[in-house]
């Protein structure tokens, strides 16, 4: 059983930075895409950014790129999001999602995803 845990969200001040990580585990991860999506009140959960855990390649949401870094840790089975320069449109529950998926595309879909509990990231202004 795959488990997902998040955490690193909290309230910062818009400009400010934070990490968020995603503790994975429950079996290998090395046929995974894993990554993040948020969700802002009634709005749709987003695709944010995900990464190969095999070759490490990374994929973005074209206005994350430049702010956002996703990055793994192998020997920690764990997966971060560096966001930088935070503004108040950031602020969403992030949660992160792993599966076996073949494609960027799919992924992106929310095909065959497991999916963590969410952190909440609050952006004052």
């Known amino acids: 059983q795959v488990q997902l845990v998040e955490s690193g969200g909290g309230l910062v001040q818009a400009g400010d930075s934070l990490r968020l990580s995603c503790a994975a585990s429950g079996r290998t991860f090395s046929s995974y895409r894993m990554g993040w999506f948020r969700q802002a009140p009634g709005e749709e959960r987003d695709f944010v950014a995900a990464?190969?855990?095999?070759?490490?390649?990374?994929y973005y949401a074209s206005s994350m790129k430049g702010r956002f870094t996703i990055s793994r840790d192998n020997a920690k089975n764990t997966v971060y999001l560096q966001m930088n320069s935070l503004k108040s449109e950031d602020t969403a529950i992030y949660y992160c999602a792993a599966g076996p998926v073949d494609s960027w595309a799919t992924y992106n879909a929310r095909r065959n995803l497991y999916w963590g509990q969410g952190t909440q990231v609050t952006v004052s202004s």
């Open positions: 990464i190969s855990w095999g070759d490490g390649t990374t």
